[in-house]
C-alpha cells in the first residue's frame, strides 16, 4: 500500500533520514518513533507529499506520493490542532473537505458519521478558532477519516487530546481494519496500539 525506496531528505544538505526502505502492506499500524528532531514530521509530510523527497521514492498503492492519484488514497492530519480553517466551524471545515470528494448528499453523510464517533456534534458549530486545542485535535483527526480513505497519516494525534478523546480516537481506527495508518507519536501506550514500529534515530 505504502512504500519507500532509498528515500532520503536533507535540508540545507544536512540528511534528515536517507536510504529508507519501508514496504507497509494494506491495514497495518506503523509507529514512527523517535525523539525531537528525528525526521517523523519531515518523513509524514514526504508521504502526504506536501514536501519533495531529496532522494528515493515514495509511492501510496504504486502512485507517486504527491501526484493527485496518491492523494485522494490519503487523508492527513499533520499539525492537527493548527490546520483548521479558523473562521469557520468545524462542520463547516469538514464539509468543506468532504464536498472535494463526494456529492453535497455523501458529504452530508459522512460528516455527520465522523461527528458522531468523535463526539463534535456539538462544538462543531462554533468557529473553529473559538475551540480549544484539543477540541481541533478532534475535528482534525476526523477529516482525516472523511470518507473512509484507504490511508491515513496522523502527527501526534494524540498530543493534545484527554483519555477519553484518545479511546474515541482508536476506536474509529478500530472500527476500520483495513485501514493503513502511519502515525508519529511519543506516548508510551501508542507502542501497544501499532502492528509495527520504524524507530527513527536522531541525527546531530
Ligand atoms: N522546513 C525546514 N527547514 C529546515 N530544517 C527543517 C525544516 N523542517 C524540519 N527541519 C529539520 O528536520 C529535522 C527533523 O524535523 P521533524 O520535525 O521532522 O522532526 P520530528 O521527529 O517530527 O520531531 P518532534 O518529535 O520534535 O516533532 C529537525 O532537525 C528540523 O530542524
Redesign the pocket.
Known amino acids: 500500500m505504502l512504500r519507500l525506496d532509498s528515500a532520503g531528505r536533507a535540508?540545507?544538505r544536512?540528511p534528515?533520514f536517507s536510504g529508507l526502505d519501508l514496504e507497509v502492506t494494506p491495514g497495518t499500524r506503523l509507529l514512527?518513533a523517535?525523539?525531537?528532531?528525528?525526521?517523523?514530521?519531515?518523513?509524514l509530510?514526504c508521504l502526504a507529499g506536501t514536501l519533495s523527497l531529496s532522494t528515493g521514492r515514495a509511492t501510496i498503492a504504486g502512485r507517486p506520493a504527491g501526484s493527485p492519484g496518491a492523494r485522494r488514497l490519503v487523508g492527513v492530519a499533520l499539525a492537527p490542532e493548527q490546520t483548521l480553517c479558523g473562521r469557520l466551524s468545524g462542520h463547516d471545515n469538514l464539509l468543506l473537505v468532504a464536498r472535494m470528494r463526494l456529492s453535497t448528499r455523501e458529504a452530508a453523510r459522512v460528516v455527520a458519521r465522523v461527528e458522531e464517533e468523535f463526539g463534535i456534534t456539538d462544538y462543531a458549530r462554533v468557529p473553529a478558532n473559538q475551540c480549544s486545542a484539543g477540541m481541533r485535535a478532534r475535528i482534525s483527526v476526523a477529516r482525516a477519516l472523511l470518507g473512509d480513505p484507504p490511508v491515513v497519516l496522523l502527527?501526534?494525534p494524540g498530543r493534545s487530546l484527554d483519555t477519553a478523546s484518545r479511546a474515541l480516537l482508536w476506536a474509529a481506527l478500530d472500527r476500520r481494519p483495513g485501514l493503513t495508518c502511519v502515525f508519529?507519536s511519543?506516548l508510551a501506550e501508542d507502542r501497544t496500539r501499532c502492528d509495527r514500529v520504524l524507530a527513527?534515530p536522531?541525527r546531530r
Open positions: 535540508f540545507r544536512r534528515v514512527l523517535g525523539g525531537n528532531g528525528a525526521g517523523k514530521t519531515t518523513l509530510r502527527d501526534e508519529a511519543h527513527m536522531v
